[in-house]
């Protein structure tokens, strides 16, 4: 039986389809092994489903691992044909900034030697995306493997949003699961990087602990405990860092639970079969970490603590989304304006929290703050490069996820502006997605015209700028309706509270 105001399972199908379709337009726009490390992971993967855990070391600028691949592989780094320094962008013709040059990586299943630099991450993930690549062995599994991580990245994110949504009081929930995930975001996920579905399921366990710390869901704390498991569970799976995503995650949500709510959770056996399994999970991913040879990699200087601080707003930046290998940064409207609704949902959740939901709010900002600053300016933890913002979103996503859940939706004002909010940050999803497929097209964009990527582009993918576009637009409207329409109407369900008017 379906309680009072809560969605039907449908709803989870049809969040899961919008999202997918989004981020597999991100997966056709963007040309192929063009993304940040997508040739390395793409070697990685495909070697991987043939069994090949390890590989002989060799030194190329940092260490890299030596692997057989389908031929086809061995040409990624063809793909940064189009990346030129600023410095030649300035001298260079838009069309060969384009990736019109990009290779069409046909080949046979013969297997050749190539390098790959990411062997950090434990080789779980890179099993399953290898896959295709078993029966395809050239561009035809690339975008499958681009495939199945949209699925599984779209799966995440769905359930983030119905475990806000099935908060009837804390509705504005649902508007903090889309300030978390930033363009960046959906980026990540349309492409071969275990990043994205590392970031997409850290959304999720935020969303879904938060739901079962608070107890205001009219959706069972079974169902609840399982989700949060398989988001943890996945976390813990994909690089050395995630245990520590986790621990925060739970730390964090354990102090916002009400008086006796752990004692119940963790009396559940669901609770300790899936603790189980995400602690083996834990030992798998140590024992890796200590396999890999990180400690060989070149070293990254400690920069201290005042360049450090500095580095920040980059980082913060970055958080928001920047694309391709050679870093496409969005319009910095689009910064700012991620950054504004982050800034003012983190102030009005303050005014809102009791001191033991500020306690959980300013102890996630702190610890996403300082993460960053000891990387980078004192190597602490060392991980071998300079640290980029989506490394860190997996905790940072917490703190908007918590600063707009804990705001009653009460009130018309509250409902209206959470609605507000919501569709401005869908707009924004967009306008990154048509100022990103720009650049691709048009090389060096010029003019007033935004739309001259649809008309006469340079460059086009597989489908069409226009149709793409189309699409992008699409998902978002349909994401309104799914997710911002409930916000409308006054809370019910257990515990709801009255209309103020």
């Not at 949504?165 to 508007?175: E, H, I, S, T």
């Not at 908007?400 to 509250?414: E, F, K, M, Q, W």
Request: contains cysteine; proline residues 8%.
């Amino acid at each position: 039986m379906i309680a009072p105001n809560e969605p039907r399972r449908s709803t989870w199908w049809v969040i899961f389809t919008l999202f997918l379709v989004g981020l597999l337009a991100w997966t056709v726009a963007t040309p192929l092994m063009a993304a940040p490390d997508e040739g390395a992971h793409a070697v990685r993967a495909a070697a991987v489903a043939r069994g090949q855990l390890d590989g002989p070391h060799r030194t190329f600028i940092i260490q890299n691992w030596v692997l057989d691949v389908p031929e086809a592989y061995a040409h990624a780094p063809a793909a940064l044909c189009f990346v030129r320094s600023p410095a030649v962008r300035a001298t260079t013709p838009a069309r060969a900034l384009t990736p019109r040059c990009v290779p069409s990586f046909r080949g046979s299943d013969r297997l050749v030697k190539s390098l790959t630099y990411e062997f950090r991450g434990t080789p779980h993930l890179y099993g399953l995306l290898g896959l295709p690549s078993l029966v395809w062995p050239d561009r035809v599994s690339m975008y499958l493997m681009r495939v199945i991580n949209a699925l599984v990245c779209a799966a995440f994110l769905a359930s983030a949003c119905v475990s806000a949504l099935r908060r009837p009081r804390r509705r504005l929930a649902v508007v903090g699961v889309l300030a978390a995930a930033t363009p960046g975001v959906w980026y990540l996920g349309g492409i071969i990087n275990p990043n994205g579905i590392e970031i997409a399921a850290a959304i999720s366990l935020w969303a879904t602990l938060l739901a079962l710390a608070a107890n205001d869901s009219v959706e069972s704390d079974l169902r609840l405990v399982h989700r949060a498991g398989v988001a943890a569970f996945a976390l813990v799976s994909i690089r050395g860092l995630g245990p520590g995503w986790v621990i925060a995650a739970v730390v964090m949500c354990t102090i916002l639970a009400e008086p006796g709510r752990m004692r119940a959770l963790t009396g559940l056996r669901a609770t300790k079969v899936w603790a189980a399994l995400v602690v083996l999970s834990t030992a798998l991913t140590a024992a890796w970490v200590i396999h890999s040879p990180l400690g060989d990699q070149m070293r990254h200087p400690a920069i201290g603590l005042r360049d450090a601080i500095a580095g920040l707003p980059t980082i913060a930046r970055q958080s928001v989304g920047v694309f391709g290998t050679d870093y496409m940064p969005l319009p910095r409207a689009l910064d700012i304006g991620w950054g504004v609704v982050v800034l003012a949902a983190v102030v009005v959740g303050f005014i809102f929290a009791t001191n033991r939901q500020r306690i959980a709010l300013l102890g996630t900002i702190v610890a996403s703050t300082v993460l960053p600053i000891t990387t980078d300016g004192f190597n602490f933890p060392y991980i071998g490069f300079p640290w980029q913002g989506r490394y860190g979103l997996p905790l940072t996503v917490g703190v908007v996820v918590i600063a707009l859940g804990v705001i009653p939706s009460s009130t018309r004002r509250v409902r209206w502006g959470g609605v507000v909010v919501g569709s401005t940050l869908l707009l924004g999803q967009v306008g990154a997605f048509l100022a990103i497929g720009r650049r691709l097209a048009m090389g060096r964009p010029r003019g007033a015209n935004i739309f001259d990527y649809v008309s006469n582009p340079l460059w086009n993918p597989p489908i069409s700028n226009g149709v793409l576009l189309a699409v992008a637009v699409a998902v978002a409207v349909g994401l309104g309706i799914a997710l911002l329409r409930p916000l409308i109407q006054p809370p019910t369900g257990p515990g709801a509270l009255q209309p103020v008017l």
